[in-house]
C-alpha cells in the first residue's frame, strides 16, 4: 500500500506557490523578456490562477524587483558549493570563476534577467548587485596576507570586487552564449583570468 504523502502547513503550501511564480518568471523574463513577462504568463506555466498571484504580490513589479535578488542568491550557493575543495586563494578564485559561467549553463536565462534589471527593475538590480559585491568583498576581506589577497585596503577590495563582477558579465556576453542559449567557456578564457588574478589581485 502506497503511503501518504504529509499535507503541507499553508506556511509550506505559500513557500511553494511562491517558489513555482519566482521560477516561472525566471523563464518568461529569460524568454521575453521584463516587458512581455505578463502575470498571464507567469501564472500560466507556474500552473497557479492569476488570482493566486496577487495573494503574494501586490503586482508584477512587485516580483519582478525581488527576480534577480533572489537567482543571486542561488547563484552564490551554487559557486560556495564549487571550492570546497580548492586549496590556495588563486584556486579558489579560479574555482569561482569557472563555478559562474557553470551557473550560466544551468540557468541560461540569468544573464538576460541581470542585464535587462537594470531598466526594468532596477531596486532588484541594485540590490542584487549590492548583495554580491558585500559577499565578495567580506569573503576577500578574510582571505588577505602573504600568498593570499594582495595589500589592498577595504576601499579598494570593493573596487577590486566590481571590477572582477564586471569581468564575468563582458565575458559571458563574449564567450558563453551562443545562438542555441549558454555554452561552455573556452579553457584559455579560465587561464587568461588565472594569470592576471596571480599578477594582480593574489600574490
Not at 504580490?57 to 516580483?63: D, G, H, I, V
Not at 574555482?95 to 534577467?113: G, K, S, W, Y
Amino acid at each position: 500500500m502506497a503511503k501518504r504523502l504529509p499535507k503541507l502547513s499553508r506556511s509550506e503550501k505559500n513557500d511553494d506557490v511562491k517558489r513555482r511564480l519566482f521560477s516561472a518568471a525566471a523563464k518568461v523574463v529569460g524568454r521575453y523578456g521584463y516587458a512581455d513577462a505578463s502575470v498571464a504568463r507567469i501564472t500560466e506555466i507556474a500552473g497557479v490562477a492569476q488570482g493566486t498571484f496577487y495573494n503574494h504580490f501586490e503586482n508584477r513589479q512587485e516580483l519582478l524587483d525581488q527576480l534577480l535578488p533572489i537567482i543571486g542568491q542561488e547563484m552564490v550557493h551554487f559557486i560556495r558549493g564549487k571550492i570546497d575543495e580548492a586549496a590556495s586563494e588563486i584556486e579558489k578564485e579560479v574555482a569561482r570563476f569557472r563555478a559562474f559561467f557553470d551557473f550560466l549553463q544551468e540557468t541560461p536565462e540569468f544573464l538576460r534577467i541581470l542585464n535587462e534589471a537594470e531598466v526594468f527593475a532596477p531596486s532588484g538590480y541594485q540590490h542584487h548587485l549590492d548583495n554580491i559585491s558585500t559577499a565578495y568583498v567580506r569573503l576577500l576581506k578574510r582571505a588577505r596576507g602573504p600568498g593570499k589577497v594582495g595589500d589592498y585596503s577595504d576601499e579598494e577590495l570593493e573596487v577590486i570586487v566590481h571590477i572582477l563582477m564586471g569581468a564575468r558579465g563582458y565575458l559571458s556576453r563574449r564567450y558563453a552564449y551562443a545562438e542555441g542559449g549558454a555554452t561552455a567557456i573556452p579553457q584559455h578564457v579560465v587561464t587568461a583570468y588565472e594569470k592576471l588574478i596571480r599578477s594582480g589581485l593574489i600574490g
